[in-house]
């Protein structure tokens, strides 16, 4: 049934992406598909509404990092950065993570708590390394009731 679920999801972002044209072609299917991968890593954690709401969380945590560097790296980049991202959301404790197979690394740094319409968000900075040259992604995310957090900016 997930499975279907993120081929319907799929499918849809395929559609949309065939839409995108201009010179921001490549962010939008970049998004699409960071949000499109980020949703099935986050389909392997956790169980019943804990596991729809980890798809959720990797599907906005995936388009981000596709939108702004995820199209430069691979699953397992992807992953690590992912972990590192909830890691430092939650802790509130900068995290850095490590690729060996690929020296792809980063680090992502969280701000301090701020409450907005009742919901925990903190702005954090993403910075990843590839190639040794650093690519920078700001945001802020808040946290959902469920505990997963949502990228809102």
């Known amino acids: 049934m ?9 499918l849809a972002a395929s559609m949309l992406a065939g839409c995108a044209t201009g010179p921001n072609q490549n962010q939008t299917l970049g998004t699409l598909a960071g949000a499109v991968g980020g949703a099935a890593l986050g ?22 990092l596709g939108n702004q ?29 490590q690729n060996p197979q690929t020296g792809v690394y980063g680090t992502v740094n969280p701000g301090p708590v701020a409450y907005v319409n009742n919901r925990t968000c903190r702005p954090y900075t993403n910075t990843v390394y ?24």
């Open 2 to 10: 997930l499975l279907k679920k993120l081929v319907i999801v799929g």
């Open 43 to 64: 389909s392997a954690f956790g169980s019943g509404s804990g596991k729809v709401a980890a798809i959720a969380a990797g599907a906005l945590v995936g388009g981000f």
């Open 69 to 97: 560097i995820g199209a430069s790296l691979d699953a397992e980049s992807q992953r690590q950065n992912y972990t590192a991202s909830v890691q430092a959301l939650d802790s509130g404790y900068p995290q850095q993570w």
């Open 130 to 153: 590839i190639d040794g040259q650093p690519q920078v992604a700001r945001g802020t995310a808040c946290r959902n009731p469920d505990g997963s957090w949502q990228v809102v900016g």
